[in-house]
């Protein structure tokens, strides 16, 4: 009896050191996979972050843009009545008149395109800062 006594400590105890390089395989397994869900955690939020940052910096940019073309309307605008003041006093021709108000067209134009391009980055700051549809 002694024989098999001595047989299953010896299974047991041999059976326990495998199964602890089992168990130390699976930890170092583990915390390996946890540090990878951790850098891919931080790259989301970094990656989301600098989408934010980009967003806010367009926006930033078309409204000042927006802001830039707002002030040239106002100035031909401006330019356009006195060009007519200055026609009708008899003072320039008409081609003075026409060419103010092609400024103030264009200025007119390039306004609506500053407030689409305004819009659309607003739309992808919202988008990225985790606005719904």
């Known amino acids: 009896d002694s024989k098999n ?3 299953e400590a010896y299974s047991s105890v041999s059976q326990s050191i495998f199964d602890g390089g089992k168990l130390r ?11 990878e869900y951790l850098d891919t955690y931080q790259q989301t939020i970094a990656g989301a972050l600098r989408d934010v940052s980009n967003a806010l910096i367009a ?18 605008t401006v330019a356009v009545r006195l060009a007519d003041v200055l026609y009708r006093g008899g003072s320039t021709s008409y081609l003075q008149v026409l060419t103010s108000e ?14 689409q391009q305004e819009a659309l980055s607003l739309v992808t700051l919202y988008n990225v800062l985790g606005g719904g549809w």
């Open 102 to 115: 092609q400024t103030l067209y264009s200025a007119q134009l390039s306004l609506a395109t500053a407030q």
């Open 25 to 35: 395989n699976n930890l170092r397994y583990y915390r390996a996979q946890d540090q």
């Open 59 to 76: 926006y930033t940019k078309t409204r000042e843009y927006r802001e830039k073309q707002e002030a040239q309307v106002a100035s031909a």
């Open 5 to 7: 006594f001595y047989y």
